[in-house]
């Protein structure tokens, strides 16, 4: 790594005694015991026009500079914080041009970029937790073992696949058992998402199209089904299957801005509800069916069905103790490609 890249980062990030934007966003972290700094790729471009398209089109190596910078400059504002965490991240948000792709225009050009990817979350898997430091004892020999694991997705996986760790020891170098230390292990958070594009963008005559996403860290749980996103990651490919010329695809995350998060109900929109519901022009019932999937036309049985299920009802509990909910209780599912509404109507 050239130490010029990491001066010139280094510059950009102790800005005290100029705009002191990102001295604070540090400070911030800090004190809010985080890690992760976010970036304007747009101050990024003001400043210094080269790294900017290095982030945009050599994102990995960038990404090691700005790390190891983030670090020094936490160093000398916190050092026992910085000993604390060995390792700190950046997110980044702003412009991306012809990076700010959606699933269906993400190829194999975009490889090794910096890129922006729009559409909604289709998919969440369960927090995972992924082992990053272990610690063993050797009954045996009575002494400490650390072990440093890294994977597909780390970046020193990437840079020398060869002396990448993936195993777990279960051995020293003389044979003996180890036993692993959990309660002193250090572990990390992951989470696969799978994004979609947005139906209303999709050409007519086709199915939408998806990509895959893993997030780490503070980014875990901070989206969910059905989320419209955007989500700002490194795209890399990885080694297929033995006997296979099929490269498998990834977004690496390290932000994701939610699209849909400023929606808010107040007073006024309860107001509205009320007049609309006793408004004798309008059938609420019909009104609120053909809302529901405006590009279909017809089966006007099955969307009120829909708007059924979707207001619930009301909770009842049984003579024998049991309760019926009256909450939400619309369910699909994504392998058949229908509603429960349907099931209904069909009965």
Not at 60 to 67: D, G, N, R
Not at 149 to 168: E, G, K, L, M, P
Not at 196 to 215: K, L, M
Not at 247 to 269: Q, W
Request: proline share 3%; net charge neutral; hydrophobic share 40%.
């Amino acid at each position: 790594m050239d130490d010029r890249v990491v001066l010139c980062y280094m510059d950009f990030l102790c800005d005290e005694f100029t705009t002191d934007v990102y001295h604070k966003k540090i400070k911030t972290m800090i004190r809010e015991n985080k890690r992760r700094i976010y970036i304007d790729i747009n101050d990024v471009r003001k400043y210094n026009i080269v790294r900017a398209n290095a982030l945009l089109n050599n994102f990995l190596v960038e990404e090691v500079a700005l790390k190891r910078t983030i670090k020094e400059c936490v160093q000398c504002i916190d050092p026992s914080y910085a000993n604390k965490n060995d390792e700190f991240f950046v997110g980044f948000y702003g412009a991306f041009g012809s990076n700010h792709v959606t699933p269906r225009t993400l190829r194999c050009k975009f490889l090794g970029r910096l890129v922006c990817v729009d559409g909604v979350v289709a998919m969440t898997s369960d927090v995972q937790s992924v082992i990053v430091k272990s610690v063993h004892y050797c009954p045996a020999t009575r002494k400490m073992h650390e072990h440093t694991h890294t994977d597909f997705i780390s970046t020193s996986y990437s840079f020398d696949i060869a002396t990448s760790n993936c195993t777990y020891p279960s051995r020293d170098n003389e044979g003996n058992l180890l036993e692993t230390e959990f309660g002193i292990s250090v572990f990390k958070d992951r989470q696969s998402l799978i994004i979609q594009e947005s139906t209303e963008n999709s050409p007519a005559g086709q199915g939408v199209r998806s990509a895959d996403v893993v997030i780490e860290h503070d980014l875990v749980d901070m989206c969910k089904p059905g989320d419209r996103v955007m989500i700002i990651g490194h795209y890399r490919s990885f080694l297929p299957p033995k006997g296979s010329i099929f490269f498998k695809t990834m977004l690496i995350a390290n932000n994701i801005v939610l699209k849909n998060a400023n929606f808010s109900v107040d007073r006024s929109d309860f107001t509205k509800c009320r007049d609309l519901a006793n408004t004798e022009q309008y059938n609420i019932f019909d009104l609120l069916a053909n809302s529901i999937a405006p590009s279909l036309y017809g089966n006007i049985l099955v969307k009120r069905a829909i708007v059924c299920l979707l207001l619930g009802g009301v909770e009842i509990t049984l003579p024998n103790k049991s309760r019926i909910r009256g909450d939400i209780h619309m369910c699909w599912s994504p392998l058949l490609k229908k509603s429960t509404a349907w099931f209904l109507v069909q009965i």
